[in-house]
């Protein structure tokens, strides 16, 4: 079968390869590929552009996180969807391929007429965003701050804080261009950096890590919790002395660190998500689209944050 597999010799370090057909262990099923998305995070590690503390990835694994497509085999272990369900997936790797074996676990169960481009960007950005709200609590008429706002965690962040009643303050660098579609997701107040916020929030869903955390964590009220997904700055983040005080108006406040691997119970949420997506009352942000021949271009334009939104590759 055809993947896209790391290549560091490469000129592009991920190309597309004929590479043996994944073997199914017992908790897995064989999902017949149909569409993927990419993330930064698996894009940036394979190309090796930041130090993210992790060792490189080896030649020839097949990567993506994200994809969706149809059962072709169930699980041998009697777990999971029957062969012929239309299924989102999600793993650490395997995504980027024709074929993929994957636990039963990370699947989630999706609408027949759903558009498979637009399940697949469900998986990391979709669940790290409810996840990550779900970490902050119950947010019904709280003020929710979503850093990174324009990005495929973002995106889903704002209208997920949305249905569960929050009022969503988006940071996002590039408001004259995202502005107006970041409030048609539901934004209520925009903010070029969380810097400029002038009331506090309840809430902070934060992708972007470096001074924007740390400024973040000022505008939080007392009993707040800013839960840190990503680190998209790349910058590390030193606190003032004082910034941790927890004297009047200041008390109580949390930074929780986040790693969506080591979540559970995936599948209940990812067919939540699914059905969401494929009833159009989630939007993915899809801003890419193409035949997976002409990956490198997504590649690119993700490694330059070109993109403000997700990208999906065709598998056919
Ligand atoms: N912990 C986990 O389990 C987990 C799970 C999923 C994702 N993540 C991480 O979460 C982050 C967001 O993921 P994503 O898929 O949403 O990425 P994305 O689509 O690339 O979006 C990131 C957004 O952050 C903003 N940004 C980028 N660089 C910035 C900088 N230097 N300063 C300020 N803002 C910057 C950009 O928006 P503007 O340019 O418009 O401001 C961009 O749209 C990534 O770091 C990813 O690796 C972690």
Same mark, same amino acid.
Do not use: C
């Given at each position: @079968?055809?993947?896209?597999?790391?290549?560091?010799?490469?000129?592009?370090? *991920?190309?597309?390869?004929?590479?043996?057909?994944?073997?199914?262990?017992? =908790?897995?099923?064989?999902?017949?590929?149909?569409?993927?998305?990419?993330? %930064?995070?698996?894009?940036? =590690?394979?190309?090796?552009?930041?130090?993210?503390?992790?060792?490189?990835?080896?030649?020839?694994?097949?990567?993506?996180?994200?994809?969706?497509?149809?059962?072709?085999?169930?699980?041998?272990? +009697?777990?999971?969807?029957?062969? +012929?369900?239309?299924?989102?997936? @999600?793993?650490?790797?395997?995504?980027?391929?024709? *074929?993929?074996?994957?636990?039963?676990?990370?699947?989630?169960?999706?609408?027949?007429? !759903?558009?498979?481009?637009?399940?697949?960007?469900?998986?990391?950005?979709? @669940?790290?965003?409810?996840?990550?709200?779900?970490?902050?609590?119950?947010?019904?008429?709280?003020?929710? *701050?979503?850093?990174?706002?324009?990005?495929?965690?973002?995106? %889903?962040?704002?209208?997920? !804080?949305?249905?569960?009643?929050?009022?969503?303050?988006?940071?996002?660098?590039?408001?004259?261009? =995202?502005?107006?579609?970041?409030?048609?997701?539901?934004?209520?107040?925009?903010?070029?950096?969380?810097?400029?916020?002038?009331?506090?929030?309840?809430?902070?869903?934060?992708?972007?890590?470096?001074?924007?955390?740390?400024?973040?964590?000022?505008?939080?009220?007392? =009993?707040?919790?800013?839960?840190?997904?990503?680190?998209?700055?790349?910058?590390?983040?030193?606190?003032?002395?004082?910034?941790?005080?927890?004297? !009047?108006?200041?008390?109580?406040?949390?930074?929780?660190?986040?790693?969506?691997?080591?979540?559970?119970?995936?599948?209940?949420?990812?067919?939540?998500?699914?059905?969401?997506?494929?009833?159009?009352?989630?939007?993915?942000?899809?801003?890419?689209?193409?035949?997976?021949?002409?990956?490198?271009?997504?590649?690119?334009? *993700?490694?330059?944050?070109?993109?403000?939104?997700?990208?999906?590759?065709?598998?056919?």
């Amino acid at each position: @079968m055809r993947a896209i597999i790391v290549d560091s010799k490469g000129p592009e370090r *991920l190309r597309l390869a004929e590479v043996p057909e994944p073997v199914p262990a017992p =908790h897995e099923a064989l999902v017949r590929v149909s569409a993927a998305s990419l993330n %930064y995070g698996e894009v940036v =590690h394979a190309h090796g552009r930041q130090d993210n503390g992790l060792p490189p990835l080896p030649d020839g694994l097949v990567l993506g996180a994200d994809a969706a497509g149809v059962v072709v085999q169930a699980a041998a272990d +009697g777990s999971g969807p029957a062969a +012929g369900t239309p299924v989102v997936s @999600m793993g650490a790797s395997g995504g980027w391929a024709e *074929l993929r074996a994957v636990s039963t676990a990370t699947l989630g169960v999706a609408p027949a007429d !759903a558009d498979p481009g637009a399940l697949s960007t469900i998986p990391v950005a979709g @669940m790290s965003a409810l996840r990550g709200l779900k970490r902050i609590g119950n947010i019904l008429g709280k003020r929710i *701050l979503v850093t990174g706002a324009s990005g495929g965690v973002g995106r %889903y962040a704002i209208q997920l !804080a949305r249905i569960a009643g929050a009022e969503v303050v988006a940071s996002a660098r590039s408001l004259d261009r =995202h502005g107006a579609d970041l409030r048609a997701l539901g934004a209520t107040e925009l903010v070029g950096s969380p810097a400029e916020i002038s009331t506090t929030v309840d809430g902070v869903l934060d992708q972007v890590g470096g001074q924007q955390l740390v400024d973040a964590f000022r505008a939080l009220a007392p =009993h707040g919790t800013l839960v840190s997904v990503g680190h998209s700055s790349g910058e590390p983040e030193t606190f003032p002395f004082g910034a941790l005080f927890g004297d !009047a108006g200041r008390h109580d406040r949390a930074i929780v660190s986040f790693f969506l691997g080591a979540q559970s119970d995936f599948e209940a949420d990812l067919t939540w998500l699914a059905a969401q997506v494929g009833a159009g009352t989630l939007d993915p942000g899809i801003v890419w689209r193409d035949d997976w021949a002409n990956a490198s271009e997504a590649f690119t334009a *993700l490694l330059d944050r070109r993109l403000g939104g997700k990208a999906v590759i065709e598998i056919r």
